[in-house]
């Protein structure tokens, strides 16, 4: 397994693990001093900013923007909003071209408006990937579908393990032309006894765009806002990464952490140190 010990290159930071509270300028240069090499911006950093000069700050600094987070939903409650929701992710992709990102983050949603019909969301993220697939190619911005834990099946996604992602990616992209792939987000997908396959199965077609990390609280306290930090949880953390590294997976390793009431109460250089002690020691 790779070393991450002062291995800049290999250390991300998604900027929601700080909870979103400093412009993007100063998590960027926090970030590159505590020996991050990459960065993972949210469209919500960049709103009302100009992107190209975002852009320029990020790369004097030295880090690379291995994703862009994340998709409008996909399923609307209507005809008229779904089309709006695909410009939507269109013009994001254009974002994510101007930052130089590796990939853009699909987050695909599911069920709107009281409906019940899963079957049905499902296949109107599948619609909606299949139409951004061709922006995607031509803008040569991959796209990563990133599987959500069920507990959010009702309303943030009706995707919901690797397996399902990548017989999404065969369906939508048969002949693997290179735009679409998975992120493994541990957080996500720990507890699913099919993992270390669907990785390598993953890997046999060079799908995998991202590894996300961070630690299952027990017992956890919000559906969103309760994910620990690296070591603090019950998540194999370097039992995942061996997976993922034996399949091919040669990108960073990015700490995604949610945590309203704990991380995103305290001093950012302190979460930014802890994170990459964590990260070198426990993942
Ligand atoms: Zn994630």
Request: hydrophobic letters at 40%.
């Amino acid at each position: 397994m790779r070393t991450l010990e002062k291995n800049s290159a290999l250390l991300s930071l998604n900027t929601a693990t700080l909870g979103h509270r400093s412009p993007l300028e100063k998590v960027v240069d926090a970030a590159a001093r505590k020996g991050f090499g990459s960065i993972v911006p949210w469209r919500r950093d960049l709103e009302g900013r100009s992107v190209e000069m975002l852009a320029r700050h990020i790369r004097d600094a030295g880090l690379n923007v291995n994703a862009l987070c994340r998709s409008t939903y996909f399923p609307q409650p209507t005809p008229e909003l779904r089309k709006e929701a695909l410009e939507d992710n269109k013009r994001a992709l254009e974002t994510a071209a101007i930052l130089g990102a590796d990939c853009y983050v699909l987050v695909v949603g599911s069920l709107t408006g009281g409906s019940k019909d899963l079957a049905g969301a499902r296949q109107q993220v599948k619609d909606g990937v299949s139409e951004l697939l061709d922006t995607a190619e031509k803008l040569g911005m991959p796209l990563a579908l990133e599987p959500l834990h069920p507990m959010t099946a009702g309303d943030r996604s009706c995707l919901n393990t690797l397996g399902q992602a990548l017989s999404w990616c065969d369906e939508l992209d048969p002949n693997n032309r290179g735009y679409l792939g998975v992120a493994v987000d541990v957080y996500h997908l720990w507890w699913d006894e099919g993992l270390e396959q669907d990785i390598a199965r993953a890997g046999m077609k060079n799908r995998i765009l991202g590894f996300h990390v961070s630690d299952w609280l027990v017992p956890t306290l919000d559906l969103v806002t309760d994910r620990g930090m690296m070591g603090d949880g019950v998540i194999d953390l370097p039992g995942i990464r061996r997976w993922v590294e034996k399949a091919g997976y040669e990108g960073p390793v990015e700490v995604e952490i949610f945590s309203s009431e704990n991380w995103w109460q305290r001093d950012e250089e302190q979460v930014l140190e802890t994170c990459i002690d964590r990260m070198t020691r426990l993942c």
